[in-house]
């Protein structure tokens, strides 16, 4: 049986009850980052969601389309757009992973299964960081491949242009892969 009444020790010292109790107190405020977690996996969902329902108006709007169809540009930039909504809710379940488990406690039954270990290995704010940069990096490179396909080129510095960012954008993958 505990005897909270009894002062603790830490290194060597004993600790005041006040002390103590406001320690715990203050590790206690941790849990607010539940809000995160909920609303964050909430805001996944809603992605995920608004995501396959863009799909599905494509897909209908496709099948359905009475005088012309949709043409091949617009029916892309439709699903990239899609695309966009699921790596945004990726990046949404990667941070509410995260913050979860560096704050609250290990998903258990994530690391039992041994299948998504690596996603969910967030050893702390570094590691959650440089996984989110990674899947952000992923949805910018998706919106401009969308905007490519929308954009208008009239001059051929339009497409030199295009040429020069794509090229970056290689370069940049190519360093980001290299990085652990």
């Known amino acids: 049986m505990k005897n909270t009444d009894v002062?603790?020790?830490?290194?060597?010292?004993?600790?005041?009850?006040?002390?103590?109790?406001?320690?715990?107190?203050?590790?206690?405020?941790?849990?607010?980052?539940?809000?995160?977690?909920?609303?964050?996996?909430?805001?996944?969902?809603?992605?995920?969601?608004s995501g396959s329902l863009e799909i599905y108006n494509t897909l209908i709007g496709f099948i359905f389309a009475s005088d012309a169809h949709a043409s091949h540009e617009e029916i892309l930039i439709a699903i990239i757009g899609a695309i966009d909504f699921y790596l945004i809710a990726l990046v949404l379940l990667i941070f509410t992973f995260g913050i979860y488990e560096l704050f609250i406690s290990k998903i258990d039954i994530a690391h039992e299964e041994g299948e998504f270990g690596n996603i969910l290995e967030v050893k702390n704010l570094d590691d959650l960081k440089n996984k989110i940069v990674k899947v952000i990096i992923m949805v910018l490179i998706v919106s401009f491949f969308q905007r490519i396909l929308s954009m208008e080129f009239t001059t051929s510095y339009d497409m030199l242009a295009m040429a020069i960012s794509i090229c970056v954008i290689c370069v940049g993958v190519y360093f980001l892969g290299r990085h652990p």
Request: aromatic share 12%; no cysteine.
């Open 7 to 49: 002062p603790r020790q830490t290194d060597g010292k004993k600790q005041h009850p006040i002390e103590e109790k406001f320690e715990k107190s203050l590790w206690s405020i941790r849990y607010i980052v539940l809000l995160g977690v909920l609303f964050g996996a909430l805001s996944a969902i809603v992605l995920f969601v």
